[in-house]
């Protein structure tokens, strides 16, 4: 049980698909070494084989060289050599017989040793005899040593022979083991790349979709321990990230309702005041005033009060936390009330001048639309001095590459019919070498205190969160101008319609 626990946690681990994968190299190489020392000593023996016969060749050429020398000298050292030669060939034979029947014959070998034993005889009948009798004797001896030499030359040539095919086999079988080697190797590496490699790439192009927003979580491509540890541990940390840039976005729209209640207060105001005057007149002409005066004077309380409840509901709107919902959002009536709620911020000498078509919307939530424009005019009536002018404009423009300045968020690449607002200020603009840096998390220029560095940076997740992008350009002394692009068109739903067009079509 356990063993088939462990084979069980190897497969489903890389670790452990990397160990079997060492393994089974190893296995080969191991294999193929036990291969190759087998035929070494298989040649090994072959070549000890070669160099007895060779031994026993050059005993035989021995044996003849010290026949000649007796024959011309007659030398008794010369004839006792000759016979302590030719017992080391016998001895050879006869010790060696086994491992020469590899060679040559039974027979051959029968033969050989009957030639010795024959020119042992004759020799030793040579130096026996008269020397009247050298002339008829020596041509049988000879004839014996040069038939013992042709057996123990073809033995020996043989023998090479032998061992030259054995090389030339095992040249040709090493090759073949070392390419059948490297291709095993190859296989077994790519079977290990795409089981290691693979979940890697697909957690990759994963991760690469998430920072596009296409995806919010990662979803595990093998069910291998280590796999599955680093996908738990990065969507643990995408839901921390998650919750935490959400109480950052409530921080920020917090930070701009307490901006907004002087403003809102001030817009409460008009229409307060004109149910007062209403009312007060009412109270003095009791009795006095005919129906007609007292119906226009309570038409006018209903419509300073309706008037303050959609103030009031604005402001609980923008307050309210609710799912991210696309619709179509008029931009000029939002823009206006935004200005409205923000205006107390702005002084009285200054000016907000609205050029937005009054038909103009965009697909667009608007809680969070309308939280750009909060940050963005805030971030205008900053710098803005008693004569200051704020213009936002709004058009549609024909995308075909990003809007002109610093330009960030994955729709600047959108190219087609897009929604371009633009919210530009004469204030004192912004220093170039931190013009790359104001839409940083966190980054501000004002004192400690007065603000956390999150108005632009929320401005900007909003806008990528729309699938459009924002630019800013600024001149120091000149103001700046940022310009926000909006798709058309809702993507997905033109996705889905273009989707049920192929459909009917087909």
Not at 106 to 114: H, K
Request: glycine share 6%; proline share 4%.
């Amino acid at each position: 049980m356990q063993a088939a626990s462990q084979d069980k946690l190897s497969r489903h681990s890389l670790r452990g698909k990397i160990t079997l994968g060492y393994y089974a190299v190893a296995a080969i190489i191991l294999v193929a070494s036990l291969f190759f020392v087998g035929e070494l000593r298989t040649l090994e023996a072959r070549v000890v084989l070669g160099q007895r016969a060779t031994d026993l060749f050059n005993t035989v050429l021995e044996i003849r060289r010290f026949e000649r020398n007796y024959f011309l000298h007659h030398q008794p050292a010369d004839l006792e050599e000759n016979g302590r030669y030719i017992k080391m060939a016998q001895d050879m034979l006869t010790a060696n017989r086994a491992d020469f029947a590899a060679i040559a014959t039974q027979a051959r070998l029968t033969q050989l040793s009957a030639r010795l034993n024959d020119y042992q005889r004759q020799m030793a009948a040579f130096a026996a005899a008269d020397w009247r009798q050298f002339e008829s004797a020596e041509p049988p001896v000879r004839q014996l040593g040069q038939e013992v030499v042709a057996i123990a030359e073809e033995m020996a040539g043989s023998e090479r022979r032998q061992i030259q095919t054995t090389l030339a086999s095992f040249r040709t079988l090493l090759m073949g083991v070392i390419l059948s080697m490297a291709l095993l190797i190859v296989v077994i590496g790519r079977a290990l790349s795409q089981r290691v490699v693979r979940p890697l790439k697909e957690m990759e192009s994963s991760v690469a979709a998430i920072s596009a927003n296409r995806r919010e979580t990662l979803s595990a491509p093998s069910n291998d321990r280590e796999i599955l540890s680093i996908i738990a541990a990065f969507n643990h940390m995408l839901k921390e990230l998650d919750l935490r840039q959400k109480s950052l976005m409530r921080s920020e729209r917090l930070a701009s309702l307490g901006t907004m209640l002087s403003g809102v207060a001030h817009e409460l105001n008009n229409p307060l005041s004109n149910i007062s005057t209403s009312c007060q007149i009412l109270q003095e002409e009791v009795g006095e005033s005919d129906a007609a005066t007292q119906k226009l004077y309570l038409e006018q309380i209903d419509q300073q009060t309706e008037r303050a409840r959609t103030i009031v509901r604005s402001l609980l709107d923008f307050s309210r936390e609710r799912a991210f919902r696309k619709e179509a959002v008029l931009l000029r009536p939002l823009v206006a009330q935004t200005v409205g709620f923000v205006r107390g911020e702005v002084s009285a000498k200054s000016v907000v001048q609205l050029s937005i078509p009054e038909d103009l919307s965009v697909p667009a939530d608007a809680q969070r639309l309308q939280q750009v424009f909060v940050n963005l005019i805030r971030n205008a009536m900053e710098g803005l001095g008693p004569q200051g002018r704020i213009d936002i404009s709004a058009q549609v423009v024909q995308a075909s590459e990003p809007p002109a300045g610093t330009a960030l968020g994955e729709g600047c690449e959108t190219v087609g019919e897009m929604v371009e607002i633009c919210v530009k200020d004469n204030g004192p603009g912004i220093a170039p070498d931190i013009l790359p840096r104001i839409f940083d998390p966190f980054f501000t220029t004002k004192d400690v205190g007065h603000g956390m560095g999150l108005g632009l940076f929320v401005v900007y997740e909003i806008v990528d969160e729309h699938g459009g992008c924002i630019a800013v350009q600024s001149t120091p002394g000149q103001g700046a101008t940022f310009c926000i692009r909006l798709p058309r068109e809702d993507v997905r739903e033109r996705s889905a319609t273009d989707v049920s067009t192929d459909k009917g079509a087909q």
